[in-house]
């Protein structure tokens, strides 16, 4: 059985967030990347071979080096995702709001 993963699995670590707004900045190499973190690079590799699953990265091979591009385009799903609950959120918050503003008129 394959194990397939989504941008849900890749965001919930924050080693891979870290990823994400390192590359999302510039480019970088697995190296440039692992050196970052105090991780082994076998493991930060791991980490960025998950985001590459995702699409949250891509690979560009340049010479005989692999640099790697943040995909914006795929935080998309989350976004889409949280967008419901924000609404719903915004809407309490200005009702508490409303609420606590008649409060201090007494």
């Known amino acids: 059985m394959e194990l397939r993963r989504d941008v849900f ?3 919930a670590d924050p080693t891979r967030r870290a990823i994400i707004a390192l590359v999302a900045a510039n480019a970088m ?3 440039a990347i692992a050196g970052n973190f105090d991780s ?3 493991t930060i590799s791991k980490h ?3 985001l590459t699953e ?3 990265l891509r690979q560009d091979q340049q ?3 692999i640099y790697y591009h943040f995909n914006p ?5 989350i ?3 949280i967008e419901p609950f924000r609404e719903l959120w915004d809407d309490r918050f200005n009702k508490l709001e409303a609420i606590m503003k008649n409060q201090r008129k007494f």
């Open 29 to 31: 190499t697995p190296g």
């Open 73 to 77: 385009s795929k935080l998309k799903t």
């Open 54 to 56: 995702c699409e949250l």
């Open 48 to 50: 960025i071979q998950i």
């Open 9 to 11: 699995q890749a965001i």
């Open 63 to 65: 010479g005989r080096e």
């Open 40 to 42: 082994s690079r076998q």
């Open 79 to 81: 976004a889409d995702f």
